[in-house]
């Protein structure tokens, strides 16, 4: 009886501490997710992006300017969805 009640109270004590450091961690990252504050303050225009970006053939600059323009509606669905992602070495992973 004492071994089970011990038990009890190692679970409860580990499961409280565990809902706590959640709820900070959780709080944590939805504070800093504001990713509107983030576009608006860059001022970074997609034209200006496609400055700085070098071309092969002339080609190139219509398919980057849809590149671009889809990564930008990519993250208005995401923040409108709430949906977390990021890119690494030139892909969409999320």
């Not at 009640?5 to 504070?31: E, M, P, V």
């Not at 034209?47 to 980057?64: F, G, H, N, S, Y």
């Amino acid at each position: 009886m004492l071994h089970q009640r011990r038990l009890f109270w190692i679970c409860f004590y580990s499961s409280c501490t565990l809902f706590f450091f959640s709820a900070l961690i959780y709080d944590h990252y939805q504070s800093h997710f504001d990713f509107d504050n983030q576009l608006t303050n860059e001022n970074i225009s997609i034209e200006k992006a496609l400055k700085q970006m070098p071309i092969c053939v002339p080609d190139d600059r219509p398919r980057q300017r849809t590149i671009l323009y889809t990564l930008l509606e990519w993250t208005h669905f995401a923040q409108k969805y709430n949906i977390r992602y990021w890119i690494a070495y030139g892909s969409l992973v999320g």
